[in-house]
């Protein structure tokens, strides 16, 4: 009996050593970061300096790979599937996390339940925009000319959930005008389009329009956050056009699958924070015209509980149906 009670031991200390070293040794292989969007959208970015601190920091490969489509619900259910090892990460948006639970009868995951939040890493805004070549000046132009012309003028959107969906909307409900939606696998994907007149305008992330804007290929007229950004302060919010209480700004924050062991969390949101809190960081975040966050993991767990009901109140007073 004690040799039995004498080898349980060794074997439960043995299993106990492997657990502890198998944590404080991550990461010991490639590690794995989707997004939901195409190459060079702000996630993509963002996830890219994040991967390249990591790959500095612990030695190991950390690999962003893009898997665009259906508003990030591809990369999400991706995620949620994955083996909870730290070795699978998201880059998760508000579009997948908060927006989509209320335009998707089903989801092939479940936003609170089969996650871990890390930390939220940025937000940004979207900004209205035309080709410059078009003789469209400012929103209020945008608005007779769809009256004058119901149904035929058009916007370009990111994918069905995303904020920039959501906005083009919120915009027609709003000023109660007709525009055709034409969706896209991501910002960068819709911008070849607009670029040649083929859609009207877009609600585009501000990292694609804002170079593009100075350029003179694009016409920028308004920002879809609640104040002005700091990076082009010379637009003016749609609030401040006519539209009260109108903001759709994306946010996106690094998540793992549940079951993700909580050293591996821990590590994982410390060495996101101290990421985000480098100079040389905000800098690049600032060129992009993206906030950085670095909120705890309860404080991005309680944005994202607190902010499904909120937008699917938004949803259905705007009616905003799938689709669309």
Known sequence: MRLALRLFAVLLALSVAQTVHAQTSYPNRP???LVGFTP???????????????????????????VAGAGSNIATALAAKASPDGYTLLMGGNSAFVINPSLYETLPFDPVKDFEPITQVFIAANVLAVPAELPIKSVADIVALARENPGKLSYGHAGVGTSQHLAGELFKHMA???????????????MPDLLAGRITMSFA?????????RQGKLRALAITSAKRSALVPELPTMAELGYPGFEAVPWFGLVAPAGTPKDVLDRLHDETVKTL??????????????????NTRSEFAAV????????????????????N
């Open 176 to 190: 109660n005008i007709d525009i055709a939606a034409v969706p896209y696998r991501g910002t960068t994907a819709l």
């Open 304 to 323: 994202i509980k607190r902010e499904i009901p909120e937008w699917a109140k938004v949803i259905k007073d705007a009616g905003i149906r799938l689709g």
């Open 40 to 66: 060079g959208t702000a996630p993509d970015l963002a996830a890219r300096i994040l991967a390249d601190r990591f790959a500095e920091v612990w030695g190991a490969p950390f690999v962003v790979e893009n």
């Open 205 to 213: 992330n501000i990292s694609n329009v804002v170079p593009l804007a």
């Open 31 to 33: 590690v794995k970061i």
């Open 277 to 294: 809190a480098m100079p040389e960081v905000r800098k690049k975040f600032d060129e992009l015209g993206i906030e950085p966050v670095g």
